[in-house]
């Protein structure tokens, strides 16, 4: 068996107000795209992606915001419990210089330790002294490069770790992350483990104590005749799209415009041979660079935008990202995101506009304003001026939302004002 899970938690904080749209159905953010006529949401395109590193007899974990195309060969051996995908920088172990010139002292980094068994360790945020010096009772370090999050491990390891923490998973109380809690006590040494987590303000008995008791799993762990940890190198030059925050899913989308190696990578992972597949233009125009799929038009222009699944008798965009929307005349600004918008109404969204439309069971619906210079994250709690609600209560409105239901709903809402306005 093969098996795959997919990370999508967290209340989308860094995305809004595009989440809100889809009634926190974070990963279902669709993207400005349609594969034969139908939307295509985040997580499909990530499921789409990872399925290359699925592998019979491990569990699969990704992240389900990111979609990452590999330059590094896919023929993967199981050769550890553990295996974490990252970018190895390089064949040797970078110098201090080089350290700070990457960045490292800013990540999560696998340190690749050399010799033929390819162990690892993961250590977090630290320069390069520190790391040698956490390490050097290891071995010494082989290759470096950031972690990516997403990992592979055994059906010995998947066993093991749910009877260790039978306990703790009964209870539901106690909150553990893979990096901190078992990647790095299982490969460090214990005072640096530590005072790594001493950083992190978790006292130092308490390390000592999770240390020792992740010490103690392993030892008991059936290792066979593999290794613990190690990492997939998916290659200096892999293609990296994250769009779990506002402004990554507004430039990961408006890269579909440019003309360069990686964008046309993109095109081509995402199926796009014709930028204006499934759409009726009327006497609309747009350029060559224009993405625009699945759109109905009467009148009109657009230029350098991405967008799908829209309607309007007249069309105003450029530089903008719009989907899902419906109206009589829709004018988009640069950097204006419009999304899920059904109105009887003209839209008018000015440059670094975000409009997202909140649609409840009823049928009822209120329009969700942000600003592209607007963090989500640090405005979670706030009534914006354009708002009449915070981000936060439209998250807690919507915990208990039939999301299947809404989006029904939805579909009858703009087919209703689609055929009202006759093109």
Same mark, same amino acid.
């Given at each position: 068996?093969?098996?795959?899970?997919?990370?999508t938690?967290?209340?989308?904080? @860094?995305?809004?107000?595009?989440?809100?749209?889809?009634?926190?159905?974070?990963?279902?953010?669709?993207l400005?795209?349609?594969?034969?006529?139908?939307?295509?949401?985040?997580?499909?395109?990530?499921?789409q992606?990872?399925?290359?590193?699925? @592998?019979?007899?491990?569990l699969s974990?990704?992240?389900?915001?990111?979609?990452?195309?590999?330059?590094? %060969?896919?023929? #993967?051996?199981?050769?550890?419990? !553990?295996?974490?995908?990252?970018?190895?920088?390089?064949?040797?172990?970078?110098?201090?210089?080089?350290w700070?010139?990457?960045g490292?002292?800013?990540?999560?980094? #696998?340190?690749?330790?050399?010799?033929?068994?390819?162990?690892?360790?993961q250590v977090?945020?630290?320069?390069?002294?520190?790391?040698?010096k956490?390490?050097?009772?290891?071995?010494?370090?082989?290759?470096?490069?950031?972690?990516?999050?997403?990992?592979?491990?055994?059906?010995?390891?998947?066993?093991?770790?749910?009877?260790?923490?039978?306990?703790e998973?009964?209870?539901?109380?106690?909150?553990?992350d893979?990096?901190?809690?078992?990647?790095?006590?299982?490969?460090?040494?214990?005072?640096?483990?530590?005072?790594?987590?001493?950083?992190?303000?978790?006292?130092?008995?308490?390390?000592?104590?999770?240390?020792?008791?992740?010490?103690?799993?392993?030892?008991?762990?059936e290792?066979?005749?593999?290794?613990?940890?190690?990492a997939?190198?998916?290659?200096?030059?892999?293609?990296?799209?994250?769009?779990?925050?506002?402004?990554?899913?507004?430039?990961?989308?408006?890269?579909?415009?440019?003309?360069g190696?990686?964008?046309?990578?993109? @095109?081509?992972?995402?199926? !796009?041979?014709?930028?204006?597949?499934? %759409?009726?233009?009327?006497?609309?125009?747009?350029?060559?660079?224009?993405?625009?799929?699945?759109?109905?038009?009467?009148?009109? %222009?657009?230029?350098?935008?991405?967008?799908?699944?829209?309607?309007?008798?007249?069309?105003?965009?450029?530089?903008? #990202? #719009?989907?899902?929307?419906?109206?009589?005349?829709?004018?988009?600004?640069?950097?204006?995101?419009l999304?899920?918008? !059904? %109105?009887?109404?003209?839209?008018?969204?000015?440059?670094?506009?975000?409009?997202?439309?909140?649609?409840?069971?009823?049928?009822?619906?209120?329009?969700?304003?942000?600003?592209?210079? !607007?963090?989500?994250?640090k405005?979670?709690?706030?009534?914006?001026?354009?708002?009449?609600?915070?981000?936060?209560?439209?998250?807690?409105?919507?915990?208990?939302?039939?999301?299947?239901?809404?989006?029904?709903? @939805?579909?009858?809402?703009?087919?209703?004002?689609?055929?009202?306005?006759?093109?």
């Open positions: 068996v093969s098996a795959s899970l997919y990370h938690a967290g209340k989308g904080t @860094r995305m809004a107000p595009l989440p809100a749209s889809e009634n926190n159905n974070k990963p279902g953010v669709k400005p795209v349609t594969n034969d006529g139908a939307s295509v949401t985040v997580l499909e395109a990530v499921v992606q990872t399925g290359v590193y699925a @592998r019979k007899g491990r974990v990704f992240w389900g915001d990111q979609v990452f195309i590999p330059s590094a %060969s896919l023929d #993967i051996k199981s050769s550890h419990h !553990i295996d974490i995908l990252c970018t190895l920088l390089g064949d040797t172990a970078p110098t201090a210089e080089e700070a010139e990457q490292l002292d800013k990540y999560g980094v #696998i340190a690749v330790l050399k010799g033929d068994a390819r162990e690892a360790a977090e945020k630290v320069n390069h002294a520190t790391a040698v956490m390490l050097q009772s290891l071995g010494d370090i082989g290759q470096v490069g950031p972690s990516l999050g997403s990992f592979s491990i055994s059906a010995v390891m998947v066993k093991g770790l749910c009877e260790e923490f039978k306990v998973l009964e209870e539901k109380t106690a909150k553990l893979t990096d901190p809690h078992f990647w790095m006590p299982m490969t460090l040494p214990k005072e640096e483990y530590a005072g790594l987590m001493k950083q992190k303000g978790i006292e130092e008995d308490i390390s000592f104590k999770h240390h020792d008791r992740m010490s103690d799993f392993k030892s008991k762990l290792m066979g005749d593999m290794g613990l940890f190690t997939v190198d998916v290659g200096a030059d892999a293609c990296w799209w994250d769009y779990g925050q506002l402004k990554l899913y507004s430039t990961n989308n408006l890269k579909l415009l440019e003309d190696e990686d964008a046309q990578l993109l @095109r081509s992972f995402l199926k !796009i041979e014709d930028k204006k597949a499934g %759409s009726t233009m009327g006497s609309a125009t747009a350029d060559d660079s224009s993405c625009v799929f699945s759109c109905k038009f009467g009148a009109g %222009s657009v230029s350098s935008s991405v967008m799908a699944n829209v309607t309007a008798k007249e069309i105003s965009a450029d530089g903008a #990202i #719009i989907v899902n929307c419906v109206a009589p005349k829709i004018t988009a600004g640069k950097g204006a995101i999304y899920n918008l !059904i %109105s009887n109404e003209d839209i008018v969204a000015e440059d670094g506009d975000v409009f997202v439309e909140v649609t409840e069971e009823s049928g009822e619906s209120m329009v969700l304003k942000s600003k592209m210079d !607007i963090c989500g994250g405005s979670w709690k706030l009534k914006l001026d354009m708002n009449e609600v915070t981000f936060e209560e439209v998250h807690k409105k919507n915990k208990d939302a039939n999301i299947g239901k809404i989006d029904e709903v @939805r579909q009858a809402n703009y087919k209703k004002v689609a055929d009202a306005l006759e093109l």
